[in-house]
């Protein structure tokens, strides 16, 4: 379960995220829509403690990102924006590593690894060095690392950015996959098709403050539109329009 409350992050002159609060609970998958520069990315670096927020709170199954980050970094996992890889190790060896740092040891890691590259297909290149992989070998291989250690929590940044068709259906299987086995699982996308695809709940988010939110169906209602990229549209327009 992951809580935000009133989020506000400055950098400088910019407001990247102005108040922002929403919840996101298990066992469901929650979008976090927004044009570009909306602040998705900042409230999520704010959720695995790698910016820390000038005022609000957000929690991680009760875990304050500031008074406890390594408790909170302990029961999410992480796929960040365009996620870094050690390009000297292979797929495995970058799993491996980061599951090490989740205490993860011998056996126990090596047959989570066997279970991921299943999973997410990565077979083929598993023993490859990371230098040269494709966009997708990447960002499967970042998101194996991120599952690593069975988090409760995912937080996904733009997952889908550079995958072709059939690595976004197996990711979005993935995802649904993880929710039905109860995570919480939180996406950003600039997208509302995939975020309608796949999300129980969405946040729409424009300059840094929620400007709508709730199911699909509750969206589509509110503003009384079917498509829900007219919905975004509109959601997002009075604070877009503002110089
Ligand atoms: N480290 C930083 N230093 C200065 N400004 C920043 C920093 N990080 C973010 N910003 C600014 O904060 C605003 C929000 O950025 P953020 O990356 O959170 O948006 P986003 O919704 O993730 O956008 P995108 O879809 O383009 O990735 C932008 O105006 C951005 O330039």
Redesign the pocket.
């Known amino acids: 379960m992951i809580e935000v409350e009133a989020l506000g992050k400055r ?2 002159n ?1 407001t ?1 995220v102005d108040g922002v609060s929403f919840s996101a609970a298990d066992a469901r998958i929650t979008g976090l829509l ?10 999520l670096r704010t959720l695995y403690t790698v910016v820390k927020p000038d005022s609000g709170a957000a929690r991680v199954d009760g875990h304050d990102v500031c008074a406890a980050p390594l408790q909170v970094r302990r029961c999410l996992g992480v796929l960040p ?1 365009g996620a870094g890889l050690y390009p000297r190790l292979s797929a495995r060896e970058n799993i491996a590593y980061f599951g090490k740092l989740a205490g993860l040891r011998g056996q126990e890691l090596q047959r989570r690894i066997d279970t991921l590259v299943d999973m997410l297909e990565m077979a083929e290149f598993q023993h490859r060095r990371a230098k040269g992989y494709s966009q997708g070998q990447r960002i499967k291989t970042a998101l194996a690392r991120a599952l690593v250690h069975s988090p409760k929590n995912i937080v996904l940044d ?1 997952p889908t950015n550079g995958l072709d068709v059939m690595a976004t259906r197996a990711l979005r299987e993935l995802i649904r996959r993880l929710r039905q086995e109860g995570h919480c699982v939180l996406f ?1 996308s ?1 997208v509302m098709q995939e975020v309608a695809a796949l999300c129980d709940d969405i946040i729409i988010i424009a300059r ?1 403050q929620v400007v709508a939110s709730g199911s699909p169906d509750a969206l589509r209602a509110q503003f009384q539109e079917q498509d829900l990229e007219e919905v975004f549209v509109r959601a997002i327009q009075p604070l877009e329009a503002k110089p």
Not at 34 to 43: E, L
């Open positions: 950098f400088g910019v990247a927004g044009p570009n520069g909306a602040g998705k990315s900042t409230t924006h733009e950003s600039h840094g």
